[in-house]
């Protein structure tokens, strides 16, 4: 893979391959080569002690498995030039959904993470699954198509829904605003058209993803990304991972109570949410409650970016709200960065302020110091990228080469 293809970077993963007195299985291999530790036979040889022949062995499986290419001269050493292994990032396909509440974006990416076709379409989630995904899963054969790729070249998928989800199952658990989703194992709905490793994660853990992996991964290992839409979400990246939690709900920081509040009812059912004063819909609330003509979150965005006064007032005073609860957060995860997507992130000029403002007062020094509050660079496509990385992590891992390689051989292929 040369440098600066990728969108994704390369994978950060631990060196444990190297150090481990096991010897390095194929898959390690290729992650060797992946990470541009190795660009020839002799640099794995020299990485993992392995025995020439063992080595040539494994290559000739990778490249017949279209994950290695090799061509070429290498840089010489002196005696014959020795050919340069690259990672085939054009050897599969993946396919990737970000289903939001009323939109969603939808992606083939090779195995870079480079996006090759991608749709963006108005979609309700609350059409429910049996209407949902069939649409999906057709809109992936027509991406395919566009893209030169057949099903058969498909290594992955990832979908994020606006709900939490058991991550393991990728089963939907109680959305609230998913109806007819609840209990739904979505891989399985997958499966007979794609029979490939599917994920599924909430939305806003996949667009942390995508953002961490775009921008942030090889400078922070801490970091929150806040959606500020319809709702208010956070995903959260500790030590360079999505941090879940216990039961998946990690960063549901939209039903935390503001002190500002006048009693102001949540569709959770509790009062003071910060989702039910400073979300894209509760400032549109706001604004038609002065008689001005905002539906939803955009709208909201459009009066601000037009300098209605009134937008810009309320937008700041969400700012500050989400400021409270964004300094409890400091405070209690010290994170480097704060990024700010959704909807909302169009008018972060006004919503900064107030966060700043709040922040800056209420954390520990020492914790807002050196904080970086930025607005999401990978905008609508924060979704798809994590739904792409995620799904790269998964196929691509070592043990996952190793047990696919494995069963290619026991069935004689
Ligand atoms: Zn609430």
Redesign the pocket.
Known sequence: MKPGVSILPRVKTSTRHVSSPSPATTGELLQLVREGRAMSRADLARATGLARSTISQRVEALIAHKLLTESGEGPSTGGRPPMRLAFNARGGVVLAADLGATHCRLAVTDLAGEVLAEQGAALAIARGPDEVLPWMLDRFDELLQGAGCTRAEVRGVGIGVPGPVEFEEGRAVSPPIMPGWDGIRIPERVHPRFPVPVLVDNDVNLMALGEYGAVWRDQVEDLLFVKVGTGIGCGIIAGGRVHRGAQGTAGDV??IQVSDHSGEV?????VG?V??LASGSALAGQLRALGLSAAHSRDVVELARAGQRDAVRLIRAAGRRLGEVLAGAVNLFNPAVIVIGGDMAHAHEHLFAGVLEVVHRRSTPLAARNLRLVASSLNDRAGIMGCALGVLDEVLAPSAIDASLAQYTESGK
Request: aromatic share 0%; glycine share 20%; with cysteine.
């Open positions: 939209g039903h949540c569709h959770c059912g509790n949410c989702e039910a």
